[in-house]
Every structure is written in C-alpha cells, then in structure tokens.
C-alpha cells in the first residue's frame, strides 16, 4: 500500500515535544485498530475505523489515514474522491472527509484541532487538483460542529438527511483567503501573526527594548482571549484572514458614536505579504465597521518610517493628516506616528 509523506505538527507541552502527524493506512496499525473503543453515542455519528478500512478494500476512492501522537495511532479518519461528496457540493474539484474520528485514549488534549490543521497541506501536496475539502455533521453533534469552524471549515447552509438524522455541509476553501471574525482558540494563531509582524515591521526603526515591551503589553494569548470575547462599539473585536486553515492576518479597531472609525491593530504573516490578503482584509474589516457601526471615516495610525506600510494605506485611498507622539512612546524611544484617515 502506498504511504504518504507525513506531515508534523509540534507543540510544546510542559517543556517538551509532541509531534502529531497524518500518514496513509499500513498493515502494522491494524491491531491499534481492533483496540479502538467508541461508544454507542459515537457510532451514531461517525463509523468505526475498521468498518470504513473494510470498506475501503472494495472502494478504490477511499485512502484511510491515520493520526499518530507520537508514533501512537491517536485518530483516524478517510479521505474520499468518489461521487458522495455530491451530497455536500456541487464542486468536481472537491474531497470527502469522512469517518473522522479521535481514539478515546487520546482525546480531551487538543488533537482533533491540530490533525484537522494537517489536512489542507496534506491534501494540496497528494491531491494537487483538489480545490475544497468537504464533510457533513450532524445536526446533534456540536462539539464537532465547533471543531470544524475553528479549523476553518464553513457551514454553507445544505442540509441533507444522512444515517443518523439531518447533516449540515461544510467546507475548507483550499489555497484560498478567508477572513472572519475571530473566535476562541484563535488566540495562539493572532499572537503568532503580530509578534512575527512586530519584529518585521520595526526592527529597524525601534528599540528591542520597546518592541519586545509591546509584545509583551499587547500579544499574549491571555490579553488576546479577552479581547476576542469582550467586543463593543469602541472595540469590534478581532477579525482574521485564514489560508489553508492557518492564520495569516488579523485586524482590529472600533466606531465612535459619531460614526469615526479606528484600525487599532493590523498584522499580516510577513512571508504573505503581497498576495492581496491585507487588501481583502482590510476590506472585509471596513464593511464591519461600515454596516454594522455606521462608519463614515475611517482613521489609522502609522508609525513614521514604516515604508512598508505607508504605501499600502495611501493606495487605499487614507490621506496624510498629522504627526503625533503615541500614547506610550517617550524621547528615549524616539516614536512618533503619522495619522492617516479616509472617507468610507
């Protein structure tokens, strides 16, 4: 049987390394397979592996892979290119997530999230002409349901009877931008975006001293939990662009009562610049402020120097209106910012 190259995702936990990884089926995993209990309640809404692994003897379509925690098969799930995934799209150029499962043993530590992050690059690279990756869950079953959507996954609004009740749709755009508001569990993926973009962005014009005092101030996952649950009209929370599933781009600000906006905060992946994801969130982000706020101006602050930033804004149509000192520089720190606004 063919094997796939793996891909890993690492993570720190308590000072040491997990790596979770996808790998196509193998006779060896059969065993771990036979010892992988899921309850009645589970069975009602996925199938257990070696239904789908039988089956997949007999359907050529399907390609079985497993999640291994460390070596250790930790889920399972299939990948499936045949016709039932016209059920849930009309796209030609769609796969089929199916039979999803985490082994109990394993659950409850945050792998369900990150093998789903695995799947985009691990379909892109063995299935090249895949432009979505589609799956349906029931109605009933909302834990997954949450795990999908914060993963990237989209619920298009079909509905559709299945085995087990009323299924809903969903889909993960491949190699395509999508920009949402925030939600928890995004916390880790906005801190990545705004530190990497701070040291980017101002390295050259800053202090590491203050830099790393920002960061520390601003971008930590705890003040980012906070302000993706606590939104306003003076703070509309945080938006995100999403390729692949991963976070490339995040954007904040807030509307006063006299209808003037704000950006407060905006960040792109550095290694993304220039592929129109900061136009398409920035847009995005207006059009919150715009519909829901009443916004007729838009204003943002840029730091003097910044000619990596500078030029975007004004190709947008914000116009150069003063210089200011911000609200924590001092002389030491030699920061200053240039206001910037424009109609919307």
């Not at 049987?1 to 193998?26: H, P, W």
């Not at 991963?246 to 807030?254: D, H, M, S």
């Not at 136009?279 to 402020?289: A, D, H």
Request: contains cysteine; glycine residues 8%.
């Amino acid at each position: 049987m063919r094997r796939f190259l793996c891909y890993a995702n690492k993570k720190s936990i308590s000072g040491g390394i997990i790596v979770t990884e996808l790998i196509a089926y193998e006779e060896k995993y059969f065993a771990d397979l036979e010892n992988y209990p899921l309850s009645e309640e589970q069975l009602g809404f996925t199938g257990h592996p070696l239904e789908l692994l039988e089956r997949s003897t007999n359907i050529s379509t399907y390609t079985p892979i497993i999640i291994l925690e460390e070596g250790q098969v930790a889920g399972f799930f299939v990948l499936d290119t045949g016709e039932d995934k016209f059920n849930y799209t009309d796209q030609q150029e769609s796969i089929l997530l199916r039979g999803y499962s985490i082994h109990p043993a394993f659950q409850g530590r945050g792998i369900a999230k990150t093998s789903m992050s695995l799947i985009p690059p691990y379909v892109l690279e063995h299935f090249p002409k895949i432009k979505q990756v589609v799956l349906g869950v029931n109605e009933a079953n909302k834990a997954a349901q949450s795990v999908y959507l914060k993963t990237g996954f989209i619920d298009e609004g079909k509905r559709f009877n299945g085995r087990s009740g009323v299924q809903i749709a969903m889909s993960l755009k491949l190699n395509e931008v999508i920009t949402r508001q925030a939600i928890l569990g995004d916390e880790q993926g906005i801190v990545d975006v705004c530190v990497a973009a701070q040291w980017n962005t101002y390295k050259e014009l800053y202090t590491v001293e203050y830099i790393e005092s920002i960061i520390e101030k601003y971008y930590t996952t705890e003040r980012i939990k906070e302000e993706i649950t606590s939104t306003s009209r003076d703070w509309n929370g945080y938006y995100v662009a999403l390729l692949n599933n991963r976070i490339v781009g995040a954007i904040g600000g807030g509307v006063d009562e006299e209808g003037v906006a704000e950006v407060y905060v905006f960040y792109l992946d550095p290694q993304k610049r220039g592929e129109g994801i900061g136009t398409k969130l920035l847009q995005s982000f207006t059009e919150i402020q715009r519909n829901q706020y009443n916004a007729h101006e838009q204003w943002v602050s840029v730091a003097k120097g910044n000619d990596l930033s500078i030029p975007f804004y004004e190709a947008r149509g914000f116009v150069f209106q003063m210089e200011e000192e911000p609200y924590e520089s001092n002389q030491e720190n030699n920061v200053q910012s240039l206001r910037y606004k424009r109609e919307i």
